[in-house]
């Protein structure tokens, strides 16, 4: 007869030293893991809730300027530096992480309308409506160097907005057009209009180095080549588009935030209607800006909130407010995507996590695979009642919240009312229009 | 672990489609696949005996003589007066309790027999387990009254008094629960994590003396003695299920800590072999062979059955206790007990099984009973700290009660709710099917009087003729294809049932396309 007897020698499953790790056992038999569909559930709806506690994305204020702030610019190049424009005409150089002014300058005698990098050069433009005036600073250690400008240009228009080309020696200005300015020549060396109104912004495409777009306050979006003496296209939209940006991964596509609440996302090939329209906001949104990446979106709004947005969903990711945030006029990615700089009409600058609960710092091996998992649980489980519940709500001050219902509301009150009118009058009398061509009225070539 | 899918696999011809039987084999693929990758990593492999034929199952001594001298812990006899013992070992595998109808309540380590605590309660108990984790091990005892709750000391921690009369208790631990069947019929669910009283209700079936739990779901598992198998979950009242099992009553339930074979011994001393599951006989030899029963004579209704299947059932009114080999039906060994068997359980992750009796309790040695190699910090060497983490963790992951249901029922995290899609579906095919209301098209627009009324009230007439006549051919066409998607769609929309939609879906075409609208869409493709 022969007989085994399951006996485990201890040392096998003692660690060797004080310094080793202690061992695990390990066996994926799955008769050792029943329930184990559950229990990744328990763990994804403890990684939901986990996000939320963890979810603290304001990290401060950069300190009072003073006066309501107009426009805020990130350096092209470094991490930590990045330009604000005031309404009273000071232009302040901060550094990010310390969330401290590095310099001030009186910059122009009214608001600073535009503000731009050279993308090669330690140089920058600003300009002004009241003045008239584009000026160029250069950024070097020699601080009295840098209080007079390098260069200042009159312009017998009011400049409303600025833009540098991605890596030529152009600008370009909007006012009562788009001026495409060179930094070697005194006269502009194109200008493009439609219409009688002012345009408002005018930015250059990324990789397209003849290709512009603009928005104007007749509530148009333009697409400019600049070999051509006539823009290529113009959109009629039912309400003015404040502000645009271009995607900078996939540069055929743009972004426009809007007077009616709305941002739109539009696919230069295909003007006929926006791509995507990001619903959310419950007053006019006055800034859009893409992430680095060019997967998420960030859209400061008059209802003194900004969210977060992930491109092509219609819903926002996230929604950032405080008590004290007023109007917020403009919302600005960091480079590498993790954080958001707000400008807004409580005269302060504020830095914000783009990922709410991100950790900041260095994180360990275990601590990345933690959050790595986290998120992978959270996406398995992601259509689950419950945990999508956790996930997606996010609290609103009281004013906000109520807002959003009114907004909703309304919505449903047009849905019904189309939907009662195609059953009295008939389908082809009221047809079906889609969410995305109900914006645009009309696209000119 | 087998889905019900896997099930089926044995026999293709079950498999609904194609589909169904290349994902069956895509998933039997998998676990071959695991199973090498299992055995190739594991530490230890399992005991067992192999014997010449005709050798007789060998006594406790032939053993000892035959396996190494740190198998001898193992092997131990304690004579102890204070009545009929339970014994319970704890999830590890470190700890055996004991408790006596004289009220003898004791713990202690078995391996190096030291001792955690005794003491005399002074009351008759009846069940003990231990719950907890292995960090901050409590043991639960119920006595004649109330279940008392003792820390490793020996310290009354708590006396649930809900859990009046219990004459079994479990512990679920992935969901951190005390379960227990009392004398009168009512069956508790207790949270140890929060202390909240999860679920307490009488089941109406009469006291529950036979109950087992199912490890692998959460249920609680009774059987009555009208020869049903009810199962018990929390959230309802009722059993969820109820099995014939046994002709006659059910003496005794007992199952695998893990998997999901149920062993029901009846009145008629035939032990059975149930796959929860399915609800079905599960052939009790490997060889396929269908060995629908096993008689046990003059079995004593304690059963148990260890990780690798193996079970253990008293014999000779008590005199003595049978290890039966998964499957099989030649015990494999056998071991007299010096008083009348009461309880008995195998040691987890070891090849021991403690047993209780009239005059004390024992532990012998079954090679081939325990599960080689554990997974995490839950196995009999596990340190101190790898022990208090993965309580914390086991915290961290407690399941909520809403996860304990049995197999048959389905449902489950991750299933398919194929009721409410459906459920849905058809919600949207009312919608869109809904035939134009009765109001709509008898409206009568208001006639207006006054000057230029007739020239007014011509044209909103002849307006609404209009709209009534796209109305009713609107409607035509909707009945139309109402009555080509045949039953379904009717009753989907709401509408009667035709004699030429029966017509049309037993045939199982459709005879006529419906008109070239949006309805369409609604049409069932024919495959």
């Known amino acids: 007869m022969k007989v085994k007897l399951l006996l485990r020698n201890p040392q096998d499953y003692l660690r060797e030293t004080a310094d080793d790790i202690h061992k695990l056992a390990r066996n994926p038999a799955p008769e050792l893991h029943p329930m184990s569909a559950e229990t990744e559930y328990v763990r994804a709806l403890n990684a939901a809730k986990l996000e939320r506690v963890f979810a603290k994305p304001f990290l401060g204020c950069f300190g009072d300027q003073g006066d309501q702030l107009s426009r805020v610019c990130m350096h092209p190049r470094a991490l930590s530096l990045c330009l604000s424009g005031c309404v009273d005409g000071r232009v302040a150089f901060w550094n990010i992480p310390r969330r401290s002014r590095v310099l001030q300058l009186d910059a122009h005698s009214g608001c600073v309308q535009g503000l731009c990098w050279h993308p090669e050069q330690d140089l920058f433009y600003s300009c002004c409506d009241t003045d008239r005036t584009l000026k160029a600073w250069r950024v070097g250690d020699d601080l009295v160097e840098f209080s007079r400008p390098v260069s200042q240009r009159h312009l017998d228009f009011a400049p409303l907005n600025l833009d540098h080309h991605v890596s030529k020696d152009l600008f370009a200005l909007s006012g009562d057009a788009v001026y495409l300015y060179d930094s070697r020549r005194s006269d502009p060396v194109g200008q493009w209009k439609w219409g009688s109104d002012s345009v408002l912004q005018a930015r250059f495409n990324p990789t397209e180095w003849h290709l512009l777009a603009a928005v104007t306050k007749d509530n148009a979006l333009l697409l400019i080549d600049t070999r051509q003496r006539e823009p290529l296209r113009r959109i009629r939209c039912e309400f003015r588009q404040n502000a645009l940006c271009w995607n900078p991964q996939e540069p055929f596509v743009l972004a426009t935030a809007s007077d009616d609440y709305n941002l739109y996302s539009w696919d230069a090939r295909r003007l006929a209607s926006p791509a995507c329209v990001y619903r959310g906001h419950t007053n006019a949104a006055m800034d859009v800006d893409f992430a680095p990446t060019g997967r998420e979106l960030v859209s400061a709004s008059y209802d003194c909130t900004v969210r977060l947005w992930e491109s092509g969903r219609s819903q926002s990711r996230d929604v950032y407010h405080t008590k004290r945030m007023y109007r917020v006029f403009a919302a600005r990615y960091s480079l590498d995507a993790r954080f958001i700089v707000t400008a807004s009409a409580d005269f302060n600058l504020r830095l914000w996590k783009a990922r709410a609960s991100e950790k900041l710092g260095a994180l360990t091996p275990r601590e990345r695979a933690a959050v790595n998992t986290a998120e992978a649980l959270k996406q398995k489980y992601a259509h689950h009642p419950q945990v999508r519940r956790i996930v997606q709500h996010r609290h609103l001050p009281k004013r906000l919240y109520q807002a959003q219902l009114e907004m909703k509301a309304i919505r449903g009150k047009q849905r019904r009312k189309e939907v009662n009118r195609r059953e009295h009058r008939g389908e082809d009398k009221e047809p079906f229009v889609p969410e995305r061509d109900r914006h645009v009225r009309g696209v000119d070539e | ?527």
């Open chain 2, 1 to 527: 672990f087998q889905t019900t899918m896997d099930v089926a696999a044995e026999d293709s011809d079950q498999m609904p489609s194609g589909f169904h039987a290349k994902a069956a084999a895509k998933a039997a693929r998998l676990r071959r696949e695991a199973a090498k990758l299992a055995s190739a990593s594991a530490l230890e492999s399992p005991g067992g005996i192999e014997s010449r034929p005709g050798e007789w199952a060998p006594t406790q001594s032939k053993l000892l003589r035959r396996v190494a001298v740190a198998a001898r812990p193992g092997h131990f006899e304690l004579s102890l007066q204070y009545g009929p013992y339970s014994v319970a070992y704890d999830t590890t595998g470190r700890l055996l309790a004991l408790c006596g109808r004289g009220g003898h309540v004791a713990a202690f380590e078995w391996r190096q027999k030291r001792l955690m605590f005794e003491s005399q309660v002074n009351e008759p108990c009846h069940a003990l387990t231990w719950v907890g984790a292995g960090s901050t091990p409590q043991l639960a005892v119920a006595h004649s009254n109330w279940t008392y709750i003792y820390d490793a000391q020996g310290l009354e921690l708590h006396c649930l008094k809900r859990l009046h009369k219990a004459n079994k208790l479990f512990w679920l631990p992935r969901h951190w629960l005390l379960a227990a069947c009392t004398d009168t019929g009512h069956l508790h669910w207790q949270d140890v994590s929060t202390g909240q009283t999860v679920a307490s209700y009488c089941g109406h079936h009469g006291p529950l003396r036979v109950s087992a739990l199912h490890p692998d779901s959460g249920c609680v598992l009774t059987g009555q003695p009208n020869g049903q198998l009810c199962i018990w979950t929390p959230l309802e009242k009722r059993p969820v299920v109820k099995m014939l099992c046994c002709p006659a009553g059910v003496r005794a339930v007992a199952t695998a800590p893990a998997g999901h074979a149920v062993y029901t011994l009846g009145g008629d001393s035939r032990l059975r072999v149930w796959d929860i599951r399915c609800l079905r006989p599960l052939s009790v030899s490997d060889s396929g062979a269908d060995a629908a029963s096993i008689r046990l004579f003059d079995a004593a209704p304690q059963l148990a059955v260890s990780q690798r299947g193996l079970l253990a059932c008293p014999v000779r009114q008590g005199a003595a206790l049978m290890v039966l080999p998964a499957g099989g039906a030649k015990p494999l060994l056998s071991h007299p007990s010096p008083g009348r068997l009461s309880d008995l359980a195998f040691c987890p992750w070891e090849d021991v099984l403690a047993f209780g009796h009239a005059r004390g309790l024992g532990s012998v040695l079954v090679p081939g009973s325990g599960e080689p190699n554990p997974d995490g910090a839950v196995h009999p060497l596990s340190g101190k700290r790898q022990r208090r983490e993965a309580e914390v963790r086991g915290l961290l992951d407690k399941l909520p009660p809403e996860t304990i249901a049995p197999p048959a029922v389905g449902g489950g995290v991750n299933a398919v709710d194929a009721e409410g899609i459906e459920e849905a579906l058809a919600r949207k095919r009312a919608a869109v099917m809904a035939l134009p209301s009765d109001e709509v098209r008898q409206f009568q627009p208001r006639r207006r009087s006054g000057k230029a009324s007739g020239e007014l009230n011509r044209k909103v007439g002849e307006r609404w003729q209009r709209r009534r006549m796209e109305l009713r051919q609107l409607l035509k066409s909707k009945k139309r294809v109402l009555a080509e998607m045949g039953d379904e769609g009717a009753d989907a929309a709401g509408g009667r049932k035709t004699k030429k939609a029966k017509k049309v879906s037993q045939s199982g075409e459709l005879t006529k396309p419906a008109t070239g609208t949006f309805l369409d869409r609604l049409i069932p493709k024919a495959d």
